[in-house]
């Protein structure tokens, strides 16, 4: 591992009567960090989305892009996964803001194939929109996990759930912000480089803009986010709040190997396969309905790109109460079973799919249905990251993340989401992505169910500590 990503030493303890007010300082410091971080990816990471419907009147075609579409995400489930493990032993203040400046200049670079190859080289052009959509992916892969690992060093288990709900809604702030900045960035920068070829102006407000944005943020994140407690030299969370999960020892304190995470505590849990392979369908759906919203939007209903666009960000900010009120059933009102609070939301989602499908010429039926299809499918994915989390020793979190985001972005998102819905939407028709979508929600509802009794016996031995 580079010495610059080693994580921090342990410092000695700090006096007693500073160990509270430095301790509570610090934990909203560092969640505010995480935050800002972690919305930072999202602005640069489904943009490519948004440039599909421009991207017509170059001459490329749904299916040829949706493979584009695919690499970012096949590249994030891979980094995701493997890069999980790296930031298990790494400094999730290095490692965080590294990634998304490496996400936001392959960001920048996105305007390349289109400025430099166009309609008249589109086989160079598609390869290398899916070569540099890939390293966008790759580097996006590097935020999830060491938000991981600061959540689970800085906030013990029973609050875990409210405060991941919280945070999960970052991914929402950012997603929501990319819509806006493709339309405004467009607007007051695409004349500065484009002049009055305004057929290109959503470049800059896609790709150029929003990346310029990231890398600032990621300045912010790097003098907010601190790695452990211990590096600050401040006890464990589990004995700062006296608050030790039933499998807790002193040991998940420690860096273990990359050995010891992945056959030790990882692909032996069984649990874990199963909400890995739901979190395949739940992504299916969530990138299934928001990835094609704008084309889909853009065909069934004529929408501009202004139009797409606040269609996108009315998906994306109505996940943020959505994930609240889901994490807030989840711990309260099923005192922090993941299992049942997932398989209602995706019957939920499940029933807005089907009248977002049946009533697509109705402008505000469809706009409703995006909105409460928004809210209610984002919480399931976080209760899957943090299911995953509760699953694992807190020196694995990462890579336990990682494995249920490699089935999610992988099989859920590339293959399902990007490539097969696109195809099927090409060759098919819009009415059968929608059957899909309508399957995989009840395919993610019956694999929660079988974690539903091994969870509660779960939850009823932790409660016995």
Not at 28 to 52: P, T
Not at 204 to 226: D, E, M, N, S
């Amino acid at each position: 591992m580079w010495n610059f990503l080693a994580p921090p030493a342990h410092k000695q303890e700090l006096p007693a009567e500073k160990i509270d007010s430095t301790y509570k300082s610090y934990r909203w410091q560092v969640f505010l960090g995480i935050f800002i971080g972690y919305a930072g990816f999202y602005i640069v990471r489904k943009n490519f989305s948004m440039a599909i419907p421009e991207l017509a009147q170059f001459g490329f075609e749904k299916g040829e892009l949706s493979i584009v579409l695919s690499m970012n995400a096949v590249a994030y489930a891979l980094s995701k996964f493997l890069m999980g493990s790296v930031s298990d032993r790494s400094n999730a203040r290095v490692f965080l803001p590294l990634g998304l400046i490496l996400a936001a200049v392959s960001m920048m670079f996105m305007i390349v194939p289109v400025q430099f190859f166009g309609p008249e080289q589109k086989s160079l052009a598609i390869i290398v929109m899916a070569a540099l959509n890939f390293l966008v992916g790759w580097f996006n892969g590097m935020g999830w996990p060491p938000c991981g690992r600061v959540m689970t060093h800085w906030f013990s288990v029973t609050e875990r759930g409210t405060m991941m709900s919280i945070w999960n809604c970052a991914h929402n702030v950012g997603g929501a912000l990319v819509g806006p900045m493709a339309v405004y960035g467009a607007l007051w920068f695409g004349s500065w480089f484009y002049g009055a070829d305004s057929s290109r102006y959503f470049l800059i407000g896609t790709y150029v803009f929003p990346a310029a944005v990231a890398i600032l943020v990621a300045l912010v994140a790097y003098c907010l986010i601190r790695d452990t407690p211990q590096s600050c030299g401040l006890p464990s969370i589990e004995k700062y709040r006296n608050d030790y999960p039933k499998n807790y020892s002193e040991k998940q304190e420690e860096v273990l190997t990359a050995k010891e995470i992945f056959f030790k505590h990882v692909f032996n849990n069984k649990m874990l396969w199963y909400i890995a392979i739901a979190n395949a369908f739940v992504y299916m759906v969530r990138y299934g309905c928001l990835d094609w919203a704008p084309t889909f939007l853009k065909e069934a209903q004529g929408y501009d790109i202004k139009q797409a666009g606040w269609a996108y960000f009315a998906y994306e900010f109505a996940a943020i109460p959505g994930t609240l009120v889901c994490g807030w059933l989840s711990d309260k009102v099923f005192k922090g079973g993941r299992a049942m609070t997932t398989i209602i939301f995706m019957a939920i989602v499940a029933v807005f799919i089907f009248l977002y499908w049946h009533f697509s010429d109705n402008y505000v039926i469809v706009t409703l249905s995006l909105i409460a299809i928004g809210f209610f499918i984002y919480g399931p994915v976080m209760l899957i990251g943090v299911q995953a989390l509760d699953l694992a020793p807190k020196n694995a979190a990462g890579t336990a993340a990682g494995l249920t985001g490699f089935f999610g972005y992988f099989f859920g998102t590339a293959i399902l989401a990007n490539v097969v819905l696109g195809y099927v939407a090409e060759m098919a028709g819009w009415d059968w992505t929608f059957i899909l979508l309508l399957i995989a929600c009840a395919l993610s509802i019956l694999l929660m169910s079988f974690t539903y009794k091994d969870e509660k016996a779960l939850l009823a031995e932790r409660n016995k500590k």
